[in-house]
């Protein structure tokens, strides 16, 4: 059964950081991972979307790497500012068709 | 539409009541995704449909629970019997030709709560 985790748990750093955002997966057996954002009371906002055979995306001051072999994803954010502030989540699609979520890394950037 | 669209955005329901909640894909979008979210828990995966068709159902928590599509475009998650369980935020998604290929645009969610 495939199972994702996210590092860390939670983050507080001030304005103007760069920081990496963890996630691992247990079966590398996936069609692609995609990152969100949540933001409290809201819906998820897609952020990047890696396909299986990509090594990473960007887009803006977001970059995600992927290493399906080693199970692990990188969300690189440069520059962090305080509207950056929110739940990031990972998920995975896997061969079993199923769409599996991290638990999420709450995000606290501080002006 | 702009975006994914879900009604209502509440609903409080006796235990043991069925309650409908619907989604409304973004124009053009053939795959639409239903998750649900409950208190302090993170995001489930319930089923996806590609196009009218549903490829596995057994995301689906329990009988209780169904799912269908019609004409390619909204798609409405039935809860039979409801039970206390059963409340959390309620979201859908859709994405482009293919399922397993292209971004999820998520809407706002259902939040259900059962008394």
């Known amino acids: 059964k495939q199972e994702v985790t996210q590092i860390p748990a939670a983050l507080s750093v001030p304005e103007g950081e760069n920081l990496v955002l963890n996630c691992s997966f247990t079966d590398s057996a996936i069609y692609n991972l995609q990152w969100f954002r949540q933001d409290p009371g809201k819906g998820l906002t897609s952020l990047l979307l890696i396909q299986s055979s990509q090594r990473e995306q960007t887009s803006g001051r977001l970059n995600a790497s992927l290493d399906k072999s080693s199970g692990r994803s990188t969300l690189y954010i440069a520059a962090s500012q305080p509207g950056d502030s929110a739940t990031y989540l990972c998920?995975?699609?896997?061969?079993?068709?199923?769409?599996?979520f991290g638990p999420g890394t709450r995000l606290s950037v501080l002006p | 539409g702009a975006g994914v669209s879900q009604s209502p955005s509440n609903k409080v329901t006796e235990k043991g009541k069925d309650v409908e909640l619907r989604c409304d894909p973004i124009s053009g979008h053939t795959a639409l995704y239903w998750y649900r979210q409950s208190l302090g828990q993170g995001l489930e995966f319930l089923i996806y449909f590609q196009g009218n068709s549903a490829p596995d159902k057994s995301g689906l928590p329990s009988d209780r629970f169904s799912a269908e599509r019609t004409g390619g475009s909204v798609s409405t998650l039935t809860i039979q019997r409801t039970q206390q369980e059963d409340s959390a935020v309620y979201l859908c998604a859709s994405s482009g030709i293919a399922a397993l290929s292209y971004e999820q645009y998520f809407g706002p969610g259902t939040r259900l709560t059962v008394t």
């Open positions: 998920a995975v699609w896997d061969y079993g068709q199923n769409f599996v």
